[in-house]
């Protein structure tokens, strides 16, 4: 009887996806389980797996076309022994790419393609990655442990024939040759970078968004975590950072200002009791926004080591969706790209994000004296509809306060 492969319902807020490989061909036999196709979508990657074994007689979406929940990707026809038809031959010994050790944590790959390095005794850090900004697939590693040598580059054009020789003409000025590669490449944005540039215009669009600013000296928080640092890793197994302070401190600026913790829902404003708050990571592939769930009830010890997973997972492609959904309010570091000052967009539909940047010896004026402190500017964009500017300036005050006196942070 055969068997459908469909498009499977990942979660409510996906509906579509995008065919980024078969990793069988027509006619191939397969067991129950086998993983058959990868699909994009805008915010996990998955594999869909056999529904059952025998023959996967007919592939009805190709590599790159856009399908949605539910849609047939293709059929496998169940079979009794001999009417079924061998897998491509594969190679007869994995070549090992490498003696070197593996740096697999390193390389940007998909789960399957580190299962399949494993399995094949094949260094990732040695293949070139064929997905989205060179992330290694497992058709990659399949390929070097067949002895290729990955993803072909695309042929270069061959020059145009020699035009046929005519009558002398008046001599004409040579051309001078432009030093260095002047070449195009046209790339198709995955589903996550297109459904980023989706989200963030409509942010523009729909929200009534403004920005305030404040600075931050970080002399306490520094001399905390100066003199912190080695018991808190040896306790905890995690680096004591800076992303910790500034979540604390926005649940405590979120409880005195409710409506930046909220969202709009037709003429309604819900204002939500709990702090579900977003700590954007910006991957390779495209921002993402994990959310640390009650985060009002971590420690900062859970809190660094949530953050830190998050940024792990979000880099090899393993954050799921359910680490994704939802969320009350966000922050956005772009300090740690060397950002100075910015504007952040909100991430709907929340009204409220704080942007971090980079801290810098500045001189500041300290009861009447010059002295040069480590200062942080920080933003708040809020959607104007529902947050007055007097309500944004002053959760900008609060941060700052919970912030340069830490210890209050343990009282809020």
Known sequence: MPSNIVVPEVGESIVDARVAKWLRRE????????????????????EVAAPQGGVLKRIDRKDGED????EVLGVIEETTGAAAQPAASAPAAPAKIAEEPKATEKTRSTPT?????????????????????GR????DVEQAAGGGNGRSLAPVPSAAPEPAKARPAAPVAEARPIAGDRSEE????????????????????????????NEVDMSAVMALRERHKQAFKERHG????????????????????????AEIQGDEMVLKRYFDIGVAVGASEGLVVPV??????????????????????????????????????TITNGGVFGSLLSTPILNPPQVGILGLHAIQQRPIAINGQVVVHPMMYVAL?????????????????????????????LLD
Do not use: C, W
């Not at 944005?189 to 403004?210: C, D, F, H, P, Y």
């Not at 004591?240 to 401190?249: E, M, N, T």
């Not at 509809?385 to 941060?399: C, H, K, N």
């Open 27 to 46: 006619g191939e036999t397969v067991a129950v389980g086998d993983p058959l196709v990868e699909l994009e979508t805008d915010k996990i990657d998955l």
């Open 238 to 261: 995690v680096g004591l950072g800076i992303a910790s302070f500034f979540v604390k401190a926005s649940i405590g600026a979120l409880r005195a200002f409710p409506r930046i913790n």
């Open 136 to 139: 290694v697939m497992r058709r």
């Open 67 to 70: 399908v949605k929940v539910g």
């Open 381 to 409: 964009t809020y959607d104007h509809r529902i947050v007055d500017g007097s309500e944004a300036v002053q959760f900008l005050v609060r941060v700052k306060q919970l912030v340069e006196d830490p210890g209050a942070l």
């Open 186 to 213: 046209r790339v198709r944005m995955s589903k996550r970078r297109a459904t980023i540039a989706r989200r963030l215009v409509e942010a523009q669009s729909t929200a009534a968004m403004l920005t305030t600013f």
């Open 292 to 329: 640390v769930r009650d985060a009002d009830r971590l420690s900062f010890a859970q809190i660094e080591q949530q953050i830190r997973e998050f940024a792990k997972r979000a880099e090899d492609g393993s954050l799921s969706l359910a680490d994704l959904k939802g969320g009350t309010f």
């Open 113 to 133: 393609a580190r299962k399949a390095a494993e399995d094949q005794n094949v260094d990732l850090s040695r293949v070139r990655g064929s997905g989205d900004a």
